[in-house]
């Protein structure tokens, strides 16, 4: 099973590329620093942790 690398912001909209920094929670809601930082890492659909997403690095 794979991470979903969602490709954009769930509360700004802002595109997301594979190996941009975001932060997602456990079911994967993904979004920018800039929002995650503002929700205080707290996931606003689920209440969870939000934390640093890994990073695909393109070849």
């Given at each position: 099973?794979?991470?979903?690398?969602?490709?954009?912001?769930?509360?700004?909209?802002?595109?997301?590329?594979?190996?941009?920094?975001?932060?997602?929670?456990?079911?994967e809601?993904?979004?920018?620093?800039?929002?995650?930082?503002?929700?205080?890492?707290?996931?606003?659909?689920?209440?969870?942790?939000?934390?640093?997403?890994?990073?695909?690095?393109?070849?």
């Amino acid at each position: 099973m794979t991470l979903a690398m969602k490709p954009v912001c769930e509360r700004c909209g802002q595109a997301l590329a594979l190996d941009d920094a975001a932060a997602i929670c456990s079911y994967e809601c993904t979004f920018c620093l800039e929002c995650a930082e503002q929700m205080t890492d707290i996931c606003p659909n689920c209440g969870g942790e939000l934390v640093p997403r890994p990073r695909r690095m393109l070849s």
